[in-house]
């Protein structure tokens, strides 16, 4: 019987937008499993590796500063690279609406880069999607063959950069998986999230009230580390190739019961004000994503270990030790 696993340790493995959220928790674990990790960080003149100067191990990876746009840098870098887990991308919403064309170049143009290189240098890819490229839900849970519909330019961007990446594998036989992660929560995540923003106010409330925006979009959230080993049995699988999978939890949560479930570990006293600048335009506003995770836990054994309140309370411990990253009086785009 063909065995259709693949075992990570020892394979030489390449991190885009290691130094964010997710690609940081995803380095360490591939640390963990014995790969020989490139890790890369999007450069700066402050020679600052962004979220991986938190991880433990970081010695025994090779860190790079560079940038996805920049085609012949990325060639170079692959060379040698057994898998890329690609995951640098621009991710937050309400900037997109301001700078369209930096998700053009980063998104699409980016992960052109990345395709071309993967094919040149003979890598697999597993190419990081989102659960907004789906747009507000038709059917609940969401499975894979949900149509896809863009609501704000970042989730056209990930949806052409998607395309772009399924392509190669029609095209040129590239063996591609994309990972479509619902949303994702935990340590490390960015200051404009939902949760670090729900929990940074809550922290540092001075009038026992905090600001968010609309209160009715529904959510599936997923712990960090059951996201990450989404990606990593997506790796693990040769038949996943020329497949997306959707991970996240199956259990829908609205933001303001979110909000409400974080208050009452920290402080029940706490009230919610809506604040209309944190509002999405009105048809931009996805309003209920829940994942239909039967594909990622039938082909890939993969399932969610994490509960919403475990996982809030880590959180919650790590925002309250890093308040000075969260900036709690500023909204961030």
């Given at each position: 019987?063909?065995d259709n696993?693949l075992?990570l340790?020892?394979?030489?493995v390449?991190?885009t937008?290691?130094?964010g959220?997710i690609g940081?928790h995803?380095?360490e674990?591939?640390?963990?499993?014995?790969?020989?990790?490139?890790a890369?960080?999007?450069?700066?003149?402050f020679?600052?590796w962004?979220?991986?100067?938190d991880?433990?191990?970081?010695?025994?990876?090779?860190?790079?500063?560079?940038?996805?746009?920049?085609t012949?840098?990325?060639?170079?870098i692959?060379?040698?690279v057994?898998?890329?887990?690609?995951?640098?991308?621009?991710i937050?919403?309400?900037?997109?609406?301001?700078?369209p064309?930096s998700?053009?170049?980063t998104n699409i143009?980016?992960?052109?880069?990345?395709?071309?290189?993967?094919?040149?240098?003979?890598?697999r890819?597993?190419?990081?999607s989102?659960s907004?490229v789906?747009?507000t839900a038709?059917y609940?849970?969401?499975?894979?063959?949900?149509p896809?519909q863009a609501q704000?330019p970042?989730?056209?961007?990930?949806i052409?950069a998607?395309a772009l990446?399924?392509s190669f594998?029609h095209?040129?036989n590239l063996?591609?998986?994309?990972?479509?992660?619902?949303?994702t929560?935990?340590p490390r995540?960015?200051?404009r999230?939902v949760i670090?923003?729900?929990?940074a106010?809550?922290?540092t409330?001075?009038?026992n009230?905090?600001?968010?925006g609309?209160?009715?979009?529904?959510?599936?959230?997923?712990?960090?580390?059951?996201?990450?080993?989404?990606?990593?049995?997506s790796?693990e699988?040769l038949?996943s190739?020329?497949q997306?999978?959707n991970?996240?939890?199956g259990k829908?949560?609205?933001i303001g019961?979110?909000a409400?479930s974080i208050?009452?570990?920290?402080?029940p006293k706490i009230?919610i004000?809506?604040?209309e600048?944190?509002?999405?335009?009105q048809k931009?506003?996805v309003?209920?994503?829940i994942?239909?995770n039967?594909k990622?836990?039938?082909v890939?054994?993969?399932?969610p270990?994490?509960?919403?309140?475990?996982g809030?309370?880590?959180?919650?411990e790590?925002?309250?030790?890093?308040l000075?990253?969260?900036?709690p009086?500023?909204?961030?785009?």
């Open positions: 019987m063909k696993r075992n340790k020892g394979r030489k390449l991190v937008g290691a130094d959220f940081s995803l380095t674990k591939l640390i963990n499993l014995g790969c020989e990790v490139k890369l960080s999007y450069y700066n003149s020679n600052y962004g979220w991986l100067e991880i433990r191990n970081i010695d025994s990876i090779e860190v790079l500063s560079g940038d996805i746009r920049d012949e840098y990325i060639r170079k692959t060379k040698g057994d898998i890329i887990f690609h995951l640098a991308a621009l937050a919403i309400p900037y997109s609406y301001h700078a064309q998700y053009v170049d143009k980016g992960t052109l880069n990345v395709c071309l290189a993967a094919k040149e240098n003979n890598c890819l597993i190419h990081t989102t907004e789906y747009g038709q609940v849970p969401i499975d894979e063959q949900h896809l704000s970042y989730s056209a961007t990930k052409g998607d990446a399924m594998y095209a040129y063996p591609v998986t994309i990972a479509r992660p619902f949303n929560y935990g995540q960015s200051a999230a670090p923003t729900i929990i106010q809550a922290l409330t001075t009038n009230q905090i600001k968010l609309s209160l009715t979009p529904v959510r599936d959230m997923n712990y960090v580390a059951d996201t990450v080993n989404g990606f990593i049995s790796a699988s038949d190739i020329g997306v999978f991970f996240g939890s829908g949560i609205d019961e979110l409400r208050i009452r570990i920290i402080n009230s004000l809506t604040d600048k944190r509002i999405r335009p931009s506003e309003m209920k994503l994942c239909n039967r990622a836990r039938s890939l054994n993969w399932q270990e994490f509960s919403l309140n475990s809030l309370q880590k959180t919650i790590f925002v309250e030790s890093h000075n990253y969260y900036k009086q500023i909204y961030n785009l």
